[in-house]
């Protein structure tokens, strides 16, 4: 018999799960990882300037033709096209702890009926795998601005720029996107413990044994 339990614990949890994911995967198709130094259009007398942005295999910049507006799009067809190794170190590493994150985030929407499998507390694997999925998403932004010395970065960062050094660039909301939505992941994954224990508590039991099959606790 299916059981729904839903406390405060475990829906914070879930939400905070689903945010996490949204949040690394947004950032992940962004453009705005790096905003370039401000450059006047060209063949635009009374143009303002404007600051392209460079994203880890996208990109967005106003063409000469373009009246308004800017053109983002990939730069790199395939992946070996990537601006940097490190860069396609960071795709591996993102993609991967994004995955992790959405399937742990579709998961948690069921827990409110099923809160194990074969014995094991859905919280536990699930926070167990937004552990490694942090770890994951920690190696990818370690490595990424050790690509900002590729030739790419250098065009919009200007002849300045180096590994782990931006040059005339700025760090767009993407980057500040996915560092955050890393510090939540490691907070889902401790979190997660908590709303364990909020579904598998003495009241919730008690309940249970009552005959209840939907279960609300504050």
């Not at 992946?79 to 940097?84: L, M, N």
């Not at 990818?140 to 660039?169: I, N």
Request: one cysteine or more.
């Amino acid at each position: 018999m299916c059981h729904v339990i839903v406390t405060c614990r475990s829906m914070l949890w879930t939400l905070l799960s689903i945010v996490a994911a949204f949040g690394e995967l947004m950032a992940f198709m962004s453009s705005d990882w790096l905003v370039g130094f401000p450059r006047a259009p060209e063949h635009h007398r009374h143009g303002e300037a404007y600051r392209p942005t460079l994203g880890i295999y996208g990109r967005c910049v106003k063409l000469p033709h373009l009246q308004r507006g800017v053109l983002c799009g990939p730069y790199a067809v395939h992946f070996g096209e990537i601006a940097s190794g490190f860069w396609q170190a960071t795709c591996i590493f993102l993609a991967a702890g994004i995955l992790l994150l959405c399937a742990v985030a579709f998961v948690s929407v069921f827990t409110i009926c099923f809160q194990s499998v074969m014995k094991k507390s859905i919280f536990n694997v699930c926070g167990l795998l937004q552990g490694i999925a942090g770890l994951f998403l920690i190696l990818g932004l370690t490595l990424y601005p050790a690509g900002w010395g590729s030739d790419k970065a250098r065009l919009y960062c200007g002849a300045e720029a180096a590994p782990y050094r931006a040059g005339l660039c700025s760090m767009g909301w993407a980057f500040y996107t996915a560092a955050g939505g890393t510090a939540l992941t490691f907070l889902c994954a401790v979190f997660s413990a908590q709303a364990e224990i909020a579904t598998s508590s003495d009241k919730v039991q008690e309940e249970i044994e009552e005959g209840k099959s939907l279960i609300c606790l504050l």
